[in-house]
């Protein structure tokens, strides 16, 4: 099984509502393997140059020999299901960590997307990274709790 679960995001920091919410999850993932999340300061400057300093600080977060996976609108889209499976299929194969990279209000930088193993749409709508931080979490567990049969995901009729 894949060691753990890293989530790595650049943002603002602030303690607020957000924390809370994704510490719900971060709980519940907790419960059936190891997680960690990891924060980069976003930087303040602006455009292409802000970007290139948010991926060093990114890459610089990662773990060793991680499988690593960037949030990107036009990544591949899966379904709960699919995302399940393919956690699992992950997690059996990849003996190391598995991480998550989320940009800032600026997104990821391109150069960095492209040093990443596989990227993951949450759809093609543009979200606050905060939440997209959020719905990734509870798709982390949605998918933990179909392949450990907890009765959390219900399947459409």
Not at 61 to 78: E, N
Request: charged letters at 30%; a positive charge; one cysteine or more.
């Amino acid at each position: 099984m894949g060691r753990e679960i890293v989530v790595i995001w650049a943002g603002r920091h602030q303690r607020d509502e957000w924390d809370g919410l994704c510490g719900r999850y971060r709980e519940r993932i907790e419960r059936s393997l190891s997680f960690r999340e990891r924060t980069v300061k976003a930087g303040t400057g602006a455009g292409r140059q802000r970007l290139a300093a948010e991926a060093g600080a990114l890459r610089q977060a990662l773990p060793d020999r991680a499988w690593t996976v960037a949030l990107d609108r036009r990544g591949r889209q899966r379904s709960s299901s699919e995302l399940a499976q393919w956690l699992r299929r992950l997690q059996e194969d990849w003996p190391y960590s598995i991480a998550f990279l989320l940009g800032s209000d600026l997104g990821l930088d391109d150069g960095l997307l492209g040093e990443c193993r596989e990227r993951l749409s949450l759809g093609p709508m543009t979200l606050p990274h905060e939440l997209a931080r959020l719905v990734l979490y509870e798709q982390l567990y949605r998918a933990l709790s179909i392949n450990e049969g907890i009765k959390y995901h219900r399947r459409p009729l």
